[in-house]
């Protein structure tokens, strides 16, 4: 089982719908949890970042975090043809050495 | 958030010579690290590199082909040796803002360096 698994797409959603971004980690006792947002050829950029379980609001981005199922999700409301990248979730591992692992990612399409 | 710049951006090089990355934060940082993100793949973290000490290597990643420096709280250095073609990819240095809200783990990214090695 990998430690941080997403579906890796490609996911298309048309524009003005939402957008839903799904990950599952294996390590248990993780804390931290992250979306990073990559464009093709560039850098991952942080999105959202959430701690404790329920939902986390920011602009048209709601991260939502089950610790008991070990699920993270994005969800995008009002998509835009700018939302299209590739959306990248991280977990702070602490098993072993902590240290912050990346799902495969999901590439996401938004049509106009 | 910190802002971090890398050089070079971009290189193509021939197979069995080495390159240097260099990553400067425009903030003292305790926490850097490099990954690696190979075409079409996500982020693996070769290592960590914190000041004053050797830096931690993940497994699969030997000090020999990737030497790391950390000479002070800005700055670092990947260096790839010997390089292959298999060494094509995009380096990311990424670093711990203690200034970022939340908890002190996150990280942000730098540019990145594409590497095409020939």
């Known amino acids: 089982q990998k430690e941080v698994e997403q579906n890796s797409g490609p996911l298309s959603v048309p524009e003005g719908a939402i957008a839903s971004l799904n990950c599952t980690y294996s390590?248990?006792?993780?804390?931290?949890f992250f979306w990073y947002r990559q464009y093709s050829g560039k850098s991952p950029e942080l999105i959202m970042s959430i701690y404790s379980n329920g939902d986390k609001e920011d602009g048209r981005f709601t991260a939502q975090l089950n610790k008991a199922s070990q699920y993270v999700s994005l969800l995008i409301r009002d998509s835009q043809p700018s939302d299209s990248a590739t959306y990248l979730c991280a977990v702070t591992l602490i098993q072993g050495a902590q240290k912050l692992v990346f799902g495969q990612g999901t590439r996401l399409t938004i049509n106009p | 958030s910190a802002v971090i710049s890398q050089k070079p951006s971009r290189d193509i090089c021939q197979r069995g010579t080495s390159l240097t990355i260099q990553c400067q934060v425009d903030s003292q940082v305790t926490m850097m690290f490099w990954y690696r993100q190979q075409p079409g793949q996500s982020l693996t973290l070769i290592a960590t590199?914190?000041?004053?000490?050797?830096?931690?290597?993940e497994s699969g990643f030997v000090i020999d082909k990737f030497p790391i420096s950390r000479p002070n709280l800005t700055f670092s250095t990947l260096t790839v040796s010997n390089m292959s073609p298999e060494d094509s990819s995009i380096y990311l240095c990424?670093?711990?803002?203690?200034?970022?809200?939340?908890?002190?783990?996150?990280?942000?990214f730098g540019p990145g360096t594409r590497l095409t090695v020939l």
């Open positions: 990424s670093v711990e803002d203690p200034r970022s809200e939340g908890a002190t783990d996150t990280q942000y």
């Open positions: 390590d248990r006792v993780s804390q931290s």
């Open positions: 590199a914190n000041q004053g000490s050797e830096a931690t290597y």
